[in-house]
């Protein structure tokens, strides 16, 4: 039991101890009051009530339940289902191990042996549910752990021809969709839940998508971001698909596909076309032709309805890629060129 001391003011102080923080240096409460006796009650108090939620913390996999179904009142039906994904399949090792008897070695050996054969953006899910979870039970509780390195993420764009094979291609069900990402830069989900009531005078309303929840079932939810949230002008190319037919009614979709259905057509066509491409590069096409068009950054995010420009910004810098080899190509032909006219000139030349 700490002793209480006296301050300069007249009043008692004790420092409790509390534990040690994520850096190993031991941290103390302060408990004052008017008496020795009132200050020392205080911090037994207090101690009595951290040993008594010690032996009551819950474990790994108590808690990651319990942070889980907190949120999944306001958490997307898809999160939420990859939350209890992550839970039920990453946290073995640990599972059973109180939170309060929780150290940062136990939980850099489950990332590191995590990331020998997973990728460092799995990794780091799984640490972030871990983390949010933790703090949802102790907001002090802070790990040191060191995660892998993040890796670029490679993306591919596809050619106008390529789009427009595509679309020459594809079956009737199957080209509005291409169309709806290709020249408007819908998403996948976005497409799916798309209905004749979205079609408005002034534009296409994009204010829901269709996602798997926790039970695998197909649910329509709210975009994730306010900047999901939008109304999109509509191009002349993908106007005949959003042209409502007279039998149709407003709550009918305008793509009858789940997002897995139309991802399987989409890898059929590719296939039957000799082409390597997901269905999600037609949104990186169209960002590309946003950005050959000169459009600013702001405007592109606002209509592929980003909440950050990271997506922007790969692309353009596969664009810069791509430009840059063209200009390369451009002075390797221009050297080749000069140094077969000198060769034919040095040819003509003869020796007196």
Not at 50 to 72: F, G, M, W
Not at 186 to 197: F, N, Q, V
Not at 213 to 219: I, R, S, T, W
Request: aromatic share 6%.
């Amino acid at each position: 039991m700490p002793t209480a001391k006296k301050l300069p003011s007249g009043s008692w102080r004790v420092l409790a101890y509390a534990g040690k923080d994520a850096q190993g240096k031991r941290k103390y409460e302060s408990f004052t009051a008017p008496t020795k006796r009132e200050a020392e009650r205080l911090a037994a108090q207090w101690q009595l009530t951290l040993e008594e939620r010690s032996t009551q913390a819950p474990t790994v996999e108590e808690q990651l339940k319990n942070y889980i179904d907190s949120c999944s009142g306001v958490l997307s039906p898809r999160t939420v289902a990859e939350y209890r994904k992550l839970a039920a399949r990453y946290y073995e090792t640990i599972a059973s191990v109180r939170l309060n008897r929780l150290t940062s070695d136990q939980v850099q050996r489950l990332v590191s042996t995590l990331a020998l054969d997973h990728s460092p953006k799995t990794v780091r899910n799984v640490y972030g549910l871990l983390t949010a979870a933790l703090r949802a039970w102790n907001p002090e509780r802070r790990l040191n752990i060191k995660l892998p390195k993040k890796q670029k993420t490679e993306i591919e764009i596809p050619t106008a021809d390529q789009v427009d094979l595509l679309t020459s291609s594809a079956d009737a069900v199957l080209r509005p969709a291409i169309v709806l990402a290709s020249t408007m830069g819908l998403r996948r989900s976005e497409i799916c839940a798309l209905t004749w009531s979205c079609v408005r005078k002034e534009g296409l309303r994009i204010s829901q998508a269709l996602v798997k929840d926790e039970h695998h079932e197909f649910v329509t939810k709210a975009p994730k971001s306010t900047a999901g949230f939008r109304t999109l002008p509509i191009p002349l190319p993908a106007l005949p698909y959003l042209t409502k037919p007279q039998d149709a009614a407003p709550g009918d979709r305008i793509v009858p596909l789940t997002p897995d259905a139309l991802t399987r057509r989409f890898e059929r066509l590719c296939a039957s076309l000799g082409l390597s491409l997901r269905f999600h590069a037609l949104r990186h096409y169209y960002a590309s032709v946003l950005l050959s068009l000169g459009v600013p950054d702001k405007y592109a995010m606002a209509r592929m309805g980003h909440a950050t420009p990271n997506m922007i910004k790969n692309v353009y810098q596969h664009l810069m890629a791509d430009k840059d080899k063209e200009i390369t190509d451009t002075i390797d032909a221009y050297y080749a060129t000069r140094n077969a006219t000198q060769k034919n000139e040095n040819a003509d030349i003869q020796p007196s």
